[in-house]
């Protein structure tokens, strides 16, 4: 099944004068269970494309299809309610709300789709296990380390079984052994809940770990192929 | 649900000295719209009841060509019958009581010095006459005294005059001349209002007529009613050729002007000051906003709705302003209850008669009055912060997520 679909989509950011054109007729289809890594120079357009695909942004032109909903003409509030419950995030910084908990960061999501108490709570405590990070619940962020953290944002990202997870540069602020302990539990989400990953890296390490390289230069796709990662 | 106070409460957690410091702001700006609405309420209550209780009254029966400003006792301006129609007068429901009085001008002289005054001819026994009753030496007047006065506090010192003493008191009588006669100075009063004692002193009605020529008629009838917007009604019951009956509201139209007035300017006043303070919490609000950009990114990217992030600022203002406003109230309300008993001095601030106030004017803080700047204070403190909740509803997730990376 396909998770998302991109139809020849650009898209040009224009500052004052000047116009880039970060994505040029992109065409990409994600298939329901894939661990896909966008890679690319720095400058290639992956974030923007994570950003596309995620409905966090809108393309210039072309067409973007999630869960086989066409996306482009809806309205903020709308898009937010695409987003919930159908695609999750890892961002690069930690993106933890500060005055959360751990815990209190992964129900949020739950909160917002409007699950019970009793859910919310078997749920939390459920991805934060499976994290790792069960015994650290009540820390807030500023009490943890960045691969904590991340992990913490894994599980939040996880926590309304999206179908989409999207991550972009999920391990580059981490030390080796964390960024694999952070790899080595999207793998096994993958694997256990065939819950879709894309990633826009440089890292090596997540690289090794896809099943999918799609490579982009200059805003276009130049290469897309299997890659190393056992599924 | 969601549970917003909570975010909000750790937010402004977050920056307590900032949170606090615009909570305070609040405060003490409610705390001063109170006070100030408290300081209106109690100046114009003692305006009206001063200059209703001491000098007018709530309606006059005069002879419709009595001019006060004159304070002739020529018999052609002066009331017949004074008592017969005091006591009709009486007979209504609605009239607390009615009195004769008679005005002629007059000079007081002791040793070397005069000052020029204005006799009042009382009947001593009318409760109208209350308000002159508190005595700091002496005794009250008796109706049939020939020769004891009654003066004020502020002439008695000016005058270094003592119960006891003798002044001699010059008037200007009803055919035009002036006679003089010595007076034993029975009492001292004060009303608390300098502006009015310094300048009268009273004398039995009976024998302020036999003094001044007015045979036995008076320049008016001061008549109290149980209420005082019953006046109109009374003016007409009442009304008849012989006489003109004059209200309040004619009698006082400065002090209606002004007591209509105050209002509207103390809605001027409470718009500065609530102007200052929301400014305060916008700006907090706003650094908040700025400062949680990315914050608001991420919410947004796991589907925060752009109400729902409305909602989390306002309640952050909602707890600013309930802190802020409480604690302004009781701050408010404190000062208000401490100057209501002890008064703030003013003194004698030289107004004329027809806006007299008392030398200390004691603050009045009305429960209306309370409830509506708690309110006001409140919605618009939630107004203002629409403002910047709006902002951070409307960042793009991108944006958002951009500007702190
Ligand atoms: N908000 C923006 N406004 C203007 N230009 C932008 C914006 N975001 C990205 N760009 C430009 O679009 C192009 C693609 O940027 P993008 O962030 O997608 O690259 P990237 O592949 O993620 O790079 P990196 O590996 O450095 O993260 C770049 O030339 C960048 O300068
Ligand atoms: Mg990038």
Same mark, same amino acid.
């Given at each position: 099944? @396909?998770?998302?679909?991109?139809?020849?989509?650009?898209?040009?950011?224009?500052?004052?004068?000047?116009?880039?054109? *970060?994505?040029?007729?992109?065409?990409?289809?994600?298939?329901?269970? @894939?661990?896909?890594?966008?890679?690319?120079?720095?400058?290639?357009?992956?974030?923007?494309?994570?950003?596309?695909?995620?409905?966090?942004?809108?393309?210039?032109? $072309?067409?973007?299809?999630?869960?086989?909903?066409?996306?482009?003409?809806?309205?903020?509030?709308?898009? *937010?309610?695409?987003?919930?419950?159908?695609?999750?995030?890892?961002?690069?910084?930690?993106?933890?709300?500060?005055?959360?908990? *751990?815990?209190?960061?992964?129900?949020?999501?739950?909160?917002?789709?409007?699950?019970?108490?009793?859910?919310?709570?078997?749920?939390?405590? @459920?991805?934060? @296990?499976?994290?790792?990070?069960?015994?650290?619940?009540?820390?807030?962020?500023?009490?943890?380390?960045?691969?904590?953290?991340?992990?913490? *944002?894994?599980?939040?990202?996880?926590?309304?079984?999206?179908?989409?997870?999207?991550?972009?540069?999920?391990?580059?602020?981490?030390?080796?052994?964390? $960024?694999?302990?952070?790899?080595?539990?999207?793998?096994?989400?993958?694997?256990?809940?065939?819950?879709?990953?894309?990633?826009?890296?440089?890292?090596?390490?997540?690289?090794?770990?896809?099943?999918?390289?799609?490579?982009?230069?200059?805003?276009?796709?130049?290469?897309?192929?299997? $890659?190393?990662?056992?599924? | 649900?969601?549970?917003?106070?909570?975010?909000?409460? &750790?937010?402004?957690? &977050?920056?307590?000295?900032?949170?606090?410091?615009?909570?305070?702001?609040?405060?003490?700006?409610?705390?001063?719209?109170?006070?100030?609405?408290?300081?209106?309420?109690?100046?114009?209550?003692?305006?009206?009841?001063?200059?209703?209780?001491?000098?007018?009254?709530?309606?006059?029966?005069?002879?419709?060509?009595?001019?006060?400003?004159?304070?002739?006792?020529?018999?052609?301006?002066?009331?017949?019958?004074?008592?017969?129609?005091?006591?009709?007068?009486?007979?209504?429901?609605?009239?607390?009581?009615?009195?004769?009085?008679?005005?002629?001008?007059?000079?007081?002289?002791?040793?070397?010095?005069?000052?020029?005054?204005?006799?009042?001819?009382?009947?001593?026994?009318?409760?109208?006459?209350?308000?002159?009753?508190? +005595?700091?030496?002496?005794?009250? #007047?008796?109706?049939?005294? &020939?020769?004891?006065?009654?003066?004020?506090?502020?002439?008695?010192?000016?005058?270094?005059?003592?119960?006891?003493? =003798?002044?001699? +008191?010059?008037?200007?009588?009803?055919?035009?001349?002036?006679?003089?006669?010595?007076?034993?100075?029975?009492?001292?009063?004060?009303?608390?209002?300098?502006?009015?004692?310094?300048?009268?002193?009273?004398?039995?009605?009976?024998?302020?007529?036999?003094?001044?020529?007015?045979?036995?008629?008076?320049?008016?009838?001061?008549?109290?009613?149980?209420?005082?917007?019953?006046?109109?009604?009374?003016?007409?019951?009442?009304? /008849?050729?012989?006489?003109?009956?004059?209200?309040?509201?004619?009698?006082?139209? #400065?002090?209606?002007?002004?007591?209509?007035? /105050?209002?509207?300017?103390?809605?001027?006043?409470?718009?500065?000051?609530?102007?200052?303070?929301? =400014?305060?919490?916008?700006?907090?609000?706003?650094? /908040?906003?700025?400062?949680?950009?990315?914050?608001?990114?991420?919410?947004?990217?796991?589907?925060?709705?752009?109400?729902?992030?409305?909602?989390?600022?306002?309640?952050?203002?909602?707890?600013?302003?309930?802190?802020?406003?409480?604690?302004?109230? #009781?701050?408010?309300?404190?000062? /208000?209850?401490?100057?209501?008993?002890?008064?703030?001095?003013?003194?004698?601030?030289?107004?004329?008669?027809?806006?007299?106030?008392?030398? &200390?004017?004691?603050?009045?803080?009305?429960?209306?009055?309370?409830?509506?700047?708690?309110?006001?204070?409140?919605?618009?403190?939630?107004?203002?912060?629409?403002?910047?909740?709006?902002?951070?509803?409307?960042?793009?997730?991108?944006?958002?997520?951009?500007?702190?990376?």
């Amino acid at each position: 099944m @396909e998770v998302a679909k991109l139809t020849d989509v650009t898209r040009i950011y224009k500052v004052g004068q000047v116009e880039t054109r *970060a994505l040029n007729g992109i065409n990409l289809t994600i298939e329901s269970g @894939e661990f896909t890594s966008l890679v690319g120079p720095s400058g290639s357009g992956k974030t923007t494309l994570l950003q596309l695909i995620g409905c966090l942004d809108q393309p210039t032109s $072309g067409s973007v299809v999630i869960n086989g909903k066409e996306t482009t003409g809806l309205n903020r509030n709308q898009r *937010a309610d695409l987003r919930k419950g159908t695609i999750g995030f890892v961002f690069q910084f930690f993106a933890l709300i500060p005055t959360l908990t *751990a815990y209190e960061n992964v129900e949020m999501p739950l909160l917002l789709n409007g699950k019970s108490a009793a859910e919310r709570r078997r749920r939390v405590m @459920e991805l934060l @296990e499976a994290v790792g990070m069960a015994d650290r619940a009540n820390n807030r962020p500023d009490q943890l380390s960045g691969g904590q953290q991340q992990r913490v *944002a894994v599980a939040r990202a996880l926590a309304t079984n999206p179908k989409l997870i999207l991550a972009d540069e999920p391990t580059a602020n981490l030390d080796t052994e964390n $960024g694999e302990q952070v790899m080595e539990i999207m793998k096994k989400l993958n694997r256990e809940t065939g819950t879709t990953f894309v990633f826009a890296t440089h890292d090596p390490r997540v690289i090794k770990y896809a099943n999918r390289v799609v490579t982009l230069q200059d805003g276009v796709i130049v290469k897309d192929a299997p $890659g190393n990662g056992k599924s | 649900m969601i549970n917003y106070f909570k975010l909000a409460y &750790r937010n402004l957690g &977050r920056h307590r000295r900032r949170s606090f410091l615009s909570g305070l702001a609040l405060a003490l700006g409610t705390a001063l719209l109170m006070f100030i609405a408290a300081f209106f309420q109690g100046e114009m209550r003692s305006a009206m009841e001063s200059t209703l209780r001491l000098n007018s009254g709530h309606l006059q029966v005069r002879d419709a060509d009595y001019d006060p400003d004159k304070l002739s006792v020529a018999w052609d301006y002066l009331v017949e019958n004074p008592m017969q129609i005091a006591a009709q007068i009486q007979t209504l429901d609605v009239v607390q009581t009615a009195t004769p009085r008679l005005f002629a001008s007059g000079i007081v002289s002791v040793r070397d010095e005069s000052v020029g005054v204005q006799i009042i001819g009382i009947d001593p026994a009318s409760p109208a006459n209350d308000p002159y009753r508190t +005595l700091t030496a002496g005794e009250f #007047l008796t109706a049939d005294d &020939r020769e004891g006065i009654l003066i004020g506090y502020p002439l008695a010192q000016s005058l270094r005059l003592s119960v006891g003493d =003798t002044l001699t +008191l010059l008037v200007n009588t009803a055919d035009g001349s002036v006679d003089q006669q010595p007076f034993t100075v029975r009492g001292i009063f004060t009303t608390g209002t300098t502006a009015y004692d310094k300048g009268i002193v009273f004398l039995p009605l009976a024998k302020a007529q036999a003094f001044s020529g007015a045979g036995d008629r008076a320049s008016i009838i001061f008549v109290l009613l149980k209420d005082r917007e019953q006046a109109e009604a009374v003016a007409a019951a009442i009304s /008849s050729p012989n006489y003109q009956v004059k209200t309040w509201r004619e009698l006082n139209q #400065l002090l209606v002007l002004v007591n209509d007035f /105050s209002d509207a300017y103390l809605v001027v006043i409470n718009l500065i000051i609530l102007g200052v303070t929301v =400014t305060v919490i916008v700006n907090t609000l706003l650094m /908040s906003v700025f400062e949680r950009t990315r914050e608001i990114g991420i919410l947004s990217a796991i589907g925060m709705k752009g109400h729902q992030i409305i909602t989390l600022f306002l309640a952050e203002a909602f707890l600013l302003a309930a802190g802020g406003v409480t604690a302004g109230t #009781l701050i408010g309300w404190a000062a /208000s209850a401490y100057f209501g008993k002890v008064g703030i001095y003013f003194g004698d601030l030289g107004l004329s008669a027809d806006m007299l106030l008392e030398d &200390r004017i004691y603050t009045v803080l009305t429960f209306d009055a309370a409830v509506n700047l708690i309110i006001t204070a409140f919605v618009i403190t939630l107004l203002a912060s629409l403002y910047p909740a709006r902002m951070a509803s409307r960042m793009e997730p991108v944006e958002a997520l951009h500007s702190a990376q």
